[in-house]
């Protein structure tokens, strides 16, 4: 196989969230192919996305393979700033360090408004960010992670409204993730789930109501002084959400699996006997 298709399987696996995947595709890469630059950028992309120390050190030590064969390599240098940046200044001084040496290494060789001149700005800009910045990136990635469960259960609702029909493409990301639902959700006890999911506004609407007048009611009866019960209802609306969130790491494995399984083949298919003639 060549480094370009080593390094598309990479890119592949790393769009879906397969980071181990996609380290052992850049290692078999390198194993198969020699060194390469960008199959070191993309084996420390894979170990810096865990977003762990352990695996911070070892990106640092992939991104400093490929500098070391090619310094000027722009999609290295860059990679590696993002990860200095990233480093705690008490806890590894020495990589925090490295943030100068490399932002002027990347001016010297990317002119203003090029492509990696605006990757560094950009991780310059979430670097300095302030306390208050760090609250609102929180909230803003709360609420697109919210935002994608909300289009996932639309989807799922559609599909249930259909007769449960989805795409046959197994690395469909979207599809896998409808499917997965529907079998988790599937079986007569999980009725009132795919009931609360097919309507979800008025669910959320009722279970409000509901709240509201469950506690109204168990304090004007004297029962309690303050209740908290009516909170009760919402119990139904989690659960759903969790098996949507369950569905869609479940999907994202599947559709893990499928590539790698197409992968295989692919290299399969390539695999000539030896003694054999190539046939092509």
Not at 47 to 56: F, L, Q, S, V
Not at 98 to 106: A, D, T
Request: net charge negative; aromatic share 8%; with cysteine.
């Amino acid at each position: 196989m060549t480094r370009d298709a080593y390094a598309d399987r990479c890119e592949e696996l790393f769009a879906v969230g397969g980071f181990s995947e996609t380290r052992r595709a850049a290692e078999a890469g390198l194993e198969e192919s020699g060194p390469d630059p960008v199959l070191y950028r993309w084996l420390g992309l894979a170990h810096a996305a865990e977003d762990d120390d352990d695996h911070d050190a070892e990106a640092e030590k992939a991104y400093e393979a490929g500098l070391a064969q090619w310094p000027d390599d722009l999609g290295l240098l860059v990679s590696y700033l993002e990860l200095c940046l990233r480093a705690d200044t008490w806890t590894y001084p020495g990589r925090a360090a490295r943030v100068e040496r490399l932002k002027e290494r990347i001016a010297a060789l990317a002119p203003a408004g090029s492509p990696e001149a605006a990757q560094v700005e950009d991780a310059l800009g979430w670097a300095g960010r302030g306390y208050w910045q760090d609250v609102r990136e929180r909230t803003a990635a709360a609420r697109k992670d919210r935002a994608a469960l909300t289009s996932h259960s639309a989807d799922v609702a559609e599909a249930l409204g259909r007769g449960a029909r989805v795409s046959a493409d197994a690395e469909d990301v979207r599809a896998a993730e409808v499917a997965a639902a529907l079998e988790l959700l599937a079986g007569p006890w999980r009725a009132p789930l795919r009931l609360v999911i097919r309507h979800r506004a008025a669910a959320y609407a009722t279970a409000a109501v509901l709240v509201f007048a469950t506690n109204k009611a168990l304090v004007l009866s004297g029962v309690v002084s303050y209740s908290v019960w009516g909170w009760i209802w919402f119990v139904p609306l989690l659960l759903a959400e969790s098996k949507l969130r369950q569905a869609r790491r479940l999907a994202r494995q599947r559709v893990i699996a499928a590539m790698e399984a197409r992968h295989a083949g692919v290299v399969a298919a390539d695999w000539i006997p030896p003694g054999a003639a190539p046939t092509r």
